[in-house]
C-alpha cells in the first residue's frame, strides 16, 4: 500500500463515527459510499433519525451466486476521547483501524483491484451498518433480511494474531427480571412484607448456576438494583443479566431454565416479569462453511487459518440465517476498543492481496 492509501485511512479514522453520533457516522458512510460508487456501485440508503444510516451498496446483478460483504461504520469512541492517526514502520494507529474502518477499507482496495482487472464487478454487494457496537438492535432486523438473498458473506473484522478468519462465534442475550415484592417497616410489621431483594438473591443463585464452562456457556448478572432502605422490607427489585452460548442446545437449556426461574417465587408474595432477549444468536460451524473454507483453498492454494471468537460481531446475524459466513477479513490489529488501537501495516497488505484473489475467482464463477 502506498502513502495515498494511507491518506484515504487517515481521512475516515479522524472522522469521530462513535455510534451515538449520526453526523459523523453518516459522514464516514457517505465516503465509503462515494468510494464504492466510483467502481460501480449503486446506494440504497437506510434512513434512521438517531443513529447513523445503513448502507447497501450493490453492483450490477447477472445469473450466478452472490457474495454479501458486511462491515459497520460506527465506533466505540465519543468526542474528544480518541481521533487521532499516527503511524511508524510497522502500525498504523488510530479509532476504528482495525475495528472496523480498516476491514472495511481492506474490502475496499480489493475491490478496486478486481475493478481494475475486469472493469465492472457483478454480484458483490457491501452492506455497512451503523449501530454494531451497541448490539446491532436496529441493523440486525435488515440483515437478516438481507441476507436471504446471498449464498456467501464475508465479514471484515479484524483477523487473527496469525491471519485466521472467524468460523464460529457465541450467542449472546441481555436479559432482565423485575421482581415486585410488599414493601413493610422491617421494624413493626416484618412478617407482612415480601422481599423483592430476597427473591432477587434466589434467582441470581439459580442463574448463575446456568452456567457450562465446558460447553462454553456463561450467564452472569451484571447488576443488582433494589430496596429503599434498611428499615423497609424491598418492594422492588431488578436484575439484569448476560446469557452467552455456542450452541442452539445451550442456548434453549438456558432460556427453558430462566422462564423457570422467573415463574417460581421463591419468596411467598413476590411475582417477576421478565424482558430483553437475544442480540445475536450463535455464529456455528457448518459443512456449508467448510465447503466455502475448502473451495477458498483450493482457489488460492492456501491453507485458511480458522478460530473461533467469545466475542460477537454482526457475523452471527447472518450465519443464523443459514448463510455461509465467514469473519475475520480485516487485518490483524489489537487494542481494539482502546485508545492504544492499532493495525499491522504487512497485514493490511497481505489481506488485500488474498481478498483480491478470491474476488476474482468469484467474478469468474468459480465458486
Not at 172 to 179: A, L, P
Request: proline share 3%.
Amino acid at each position: 500500500m502506498g502513502s495515498q492509501s494511507f491518506d484515504e485511512l487517515k481521512q475516515i479514522i479522524e472522522i469521530n463515527s462513535w455510534t451515538k453520533n449520526k453526523e459523523g457516522v453518516d459522514r464516514n458512510g457517505e465516503i465509503f459510499a462515494y468510494w464504492l460508487e466510483e467502481i460501480g456501485y449503486t446506494l440504497t440508503r437506510y434512513p434512521r433519525e438517531k443513529i447513523g444510516d445503513h448502507l447497501h451498496l450493490t453492483a450490477p446483478e447477472k445469473e450466478g451466486k452472490k457474495l454479501l460483504l458486511l462491515g459497520h461504520l460506527d465506533t466505540v469512541f465519543p468526542p474528544d476521547t480518541f481521533e487521532s492517526f499516527s503511524e511508524d514502520k510497522a502500525w498504523i494507529y488510530g479509532p476504528g483501524v482495525c475495528d472496523m474502518k480498516g476491514g472495511n477499507y481492506v474490502a475496499l482496495q480489493a475491490l478496486r483491484n478486481v475493478h481494475k482487472k475486469f472493469g465492472a464487478i457483478h454480484n458483490i454487494d457491501f452492506l455497512l451498518v451503523s449501530d454494531e457496537e451497541t448490539g446491532s438492535d436496529d441493523s440486525k432486523h435488515l440483515s437478516a433480511k438481507l441476507a436471504e438473498e446471498y449464498d456467501y458473506c464475508m465479514v471484515f473484522e479484524a483477523a487473527g494474531v496469525h491471519d485466521e478468519v472467524v468460523i464460529g462465534r457465541k450467542g449472546v442475550g441481555t436479559f432482565f427480571i423485575d421482581i415486585e415484592g410488599i414493601a413493610a417497616h422491617a421494624g413493626n410489621h416484618y412478617d407482612k412484607g415480601a422481599d423483592a431483594n430476597l427473591e432477587a438473591a434466589h434467582k441470581l443463585q439459580k442463574l448463575v448456576a446456568l452456567t457450562n464452562l465446558e460447553k462454553g456457556t456463561t450467564v452472569n448478572v451484571g447488576k443488582i438494583e433494589g430496596g429503599i432502605g434498611a428499615n423497609t422490607i424491598s418492594p422492588k427489585a431488578r436484575l439484569t443479566f448476560e446469557l452467552r452460548y455456542t450452541s442452539t442446545d445451550e442456548r434453549d437449556r438456558v432460556l427453558a431454565a430462566v422462564d423457570d426461574i422467573v415463574n417460581t417465587s421463591y419468596v411467598k408474595g413476590t411475582e417477576s416479569k421478565l424482558s430483553g432477549g437475544i442480540q445475536r444468536d450463535v455464529m456455528q460451524p457448518t459443512p456449508e462453511q467448510v465447503a466455502f473454507i475448502e473451495k477458498i483453498n483450493q482457489l488460492c492454494n492456501i491453507t485458511l487459518p480458522t478460530e473461533k471468537r467469545g466475542g460477537v460481531s454482526d457475523a452471527n446475524i447472518i450465519a443464523s440465517q443459514g448463510v455461509p459466513t465467514l469473519d475475520g477479513w480485516g487485518p490483524y490489529g489489537d487494542g481494539d476498543h482502546t485508545i492504544h488501537e492499532r493495525a499491522s501495516k504487512k497485514s493490511f497488505t497481505d489481506r488485500i492481496e488474498l481478498v483480491t484473489e478470491i474476488f476474482e475467482r468469484f467474478m469468474e464463477g468459480r465458486f
